[in-house]
């Protein structure tokens, strides 16, 4: 079993700043990538921005400049620092992460987490 545990969601006026985290345990071999993704009402889960074990980063343009994805690696954690943060910024918030669990090294899967609420409003 792998579990995703995301926090540090809440409210925040426009032009402020959120850091959620998210922490992956389990029965883990290797984790490939981590990454945001978010979904607004009404809307489809959209990319935020992404991480591979490689170094490899990834953000969406609407998000370019304002937000910065980090891991430590060693705690199997992924940051996502939000500045700047504009009303169209909110979401639920789910970190995703691509691994290998030790039950079955020969497949790559993706595991979700709960989600956390960011509002963005004054």
């Known amino acids: 079993q792998v579990q995703l545990v995301e926090s540090g969601g809440g409210l925040v006026q426009p032009g402020g700043s959120l850091r959620l985290s998210c922490a992956a345990s389990?029965?883990?071999?290797?984790?490939?990538?981590m990454g945001w993704y978010r979904q607004a009402p009404g809307k489809q889960r959209e990319l935020v921005a992404t991480s591979t074990s490689g170094g490899r980063i990834n953000y969406a343009d609407s998000v370019k400049g304002r937000f910065i994805i980090s891991s430590d690696n060693a705690k199997n954690t992924v940051y996502l620092q939000m500045t700047s943060l504009k009303p169209e910024d909110t979401a639920v918030y789910y970190c995703?992460?691509?691994?290998?669990?030790?039950?079955?090294?020969?497949?790559?899967?993706?595991?979700w987490g709960q989600g956390t609420q960011v509002t963005v409003s004054s």
């Open positions: 995703n992460a691509l691994l290998v669990t030790t039950q079955d090294m020969l497949i790559r899967r993706n595991y």
């Open positions: 389990g029965s883990i071999f290797s984790i490939n990538a």
